[in-house]
């Protein structure tokens, strides 16, 4: 009776290895290989809840910048529901799309809180012809910003003192330094005082009643109602750099209001990035998306564990052949 070629200690090896591999392929999907540092990124978060009190500016998380609180990413997603407050947001770097909806409706009896976050960032080196480092010599680069959705809010006329209604919506674009998405948060505006000075341009546009501008200068437009837009920002790179795109819906209203009190803000169709570089000059992005965003894109780590695991699986078929 002929032994099965795995019985023999060569073909238990062979397995063993096989095993490890496909143990391997598994753990790459939630773990890097090697801690890097962030190059690229993505992310999504909601809140919601019922409190009367209307929060304050220097107090909201993430007020001074993007939250990163996770490993670099292709895409995110992030949902709550807290009885008539509810916040969806999702975030896919791929694609080159963001999207944020909140909603609320009461009776101005209650207060309620919601919050909708969704980013995006990478970082671009540029060559001019034959490979070499693009010398910038004036030449100006452009985000467009396509925005769709609709935005809509009805609140009771403020009696007393109290204010009825908070608002801190926007869309923010930040042009960085490159290594500043490791950064947490992603700021969104330079503080010496702080040790942030590397922010090379920011752009932001409110939403809705929102009058709050997070670097404390103008903002470059308004969105309300129904929203159908392209947004553009250009400016003159020095070299290389990095960038985060996003959009926030934060609303709330505060109790013992004299009348009902609601809004929904719905950019669930999308915001949508592309970007153009000057003629003859070639991008590369940290990611490996090409800028505007393709289909996905498997992990580096992810990709390389795969390669050895059929490497090692036709190894041993290899051997149990022989």
């Known amino acids: 009776m002929s032994r099965s070629p795995f019985a023999t200690p060569a073909g238990t090896r062979a397995r063993a290895r096989a095993r490890a591999a496909l143990i391997a392929i598994a753990a790459a999907t939630t773990t890097p290989l090697i801690a890097a540092p962030i190059a690229y990124l993505s992310g999504a978060s909601t809140q919601t ?7 304050t500016i220097p107090a909201l998380p993430g007020v001074t910048g993007f939250e990163r609180t996770f490993i670099q990413g292709f895409g995110a997603s992030s949902t709550q529901v807290n009885g008539a407050e509810r916040a969806a947001s999702s975030a896919s770097l791929q694609t080159g799309a963001l999207r944020v909806s909140t909603s609320f409706s009461g009776d101005g009896s209650a207060g309620g809180l919601t919050s909708a976050t969704a980013f995006i960032g990478d970082s671009y ?88 501008h997070p670097c404390g200068g103008s903002f470059l437009g308004n969105l309300s109602g129904s929203v159908d837009q392209t947004l553009s920002a250009s400016f003159t790179p020095t070299g290389d750099f990095a ?22 803000y719905d950019f669930g169709n999308t915001l949508r990035y592309s970007f ?4 003859g000059v070639s991008v590369t992005t940290a990611s490996g998306v090409p800028p505007g965003g393709v289909a996905a ?4 780590g992810t990709l390389a564990l795969l390669g050895l695991g059929v490497l090692a699986l036709g190894a041993s078929r290899r051997r149990r052949t022989d």
Do not use: K
């Not at 680069?141 to 935005?151: D, E, K, P, Y």
């Not at 809010?153 to 209604?165: H, L, R, T």
């Open 243 to 264: 960038w985060a795109l996003g959009i926030r819906a934060i609303n709330a209203s505060a109790g013992q209001l004299p009348g009902p009190v609601s809004w929904n």
């Open 125 to 212: 080196a540029f060559s001019g012809p034959g490979g070499q480092p693009f010398t910038w010599s004036g030449q100006t680069v452009t985000f467009n910003l396509a925005v769709t959705g609709s935005q809509s809010a009805s609140i009771p006329a403020q009696v007393g003192p109290q204010q009825p209604y908070f608002d801190f919506s926007i869309v923010a674009l930040m042009i960085y330094q490159p290594g500043t998405l490791q950064d947490s948060p992603v700021p969104f505006c330079n503080d010496p005082g702080q040790g942030i000075t590397n922010v090379v341009a920011s752009y932001f546009w409110s939403i809705g009643g929102n009058t709050s």
């Open 49 to 55: 809840s019922s409190s009367a009190t209307l929060p």
């Open 276 to 279: 153009v570089a000057p003629a």
């Open 297 to 300: 894109v498997p992990e580096p």
